[in-house]
């Protein structure tokens, strides 16, 4: 399975168009996603369920995509 990383972009479901991804400077380590926060493992934090599932991350570096989850 693929983790999230700081600047990566994602695919998420029901959105159009590629998100960012920025991580937040704490432990353990936290994404933002829009207005969702997420865990490494592309899972939404309890306090948000209602976040977009992450289909892809995206790796500008290998010029291809991983499917997440």
């Known amino acids: 399975m693929s983790k999230l990383y700081d600047c990566c972009w994602v ?10 991804v920025i991580q937040k400077k704490l432990k353990p ?6 207005e969702h926060l ?6 939404p934090l309890p306090t948000n369920p209602q976040a977009p ?9 290998m010029r291809g995509r991983s499917r997440a989850g």
């Open 53 to 61: 599932r992450v289909l892809v991350i995206m790796h500008p570096q």
């Open 29 to 34: 380590r936290l994404f933002i996603i829009g």
């Open 11 to 20: 695919e998420l479901e029901g959105r159009p168009r590629p998100e960012l």
């Open 38 to 43: 997420y865990d490494e493992n592309c899972n």
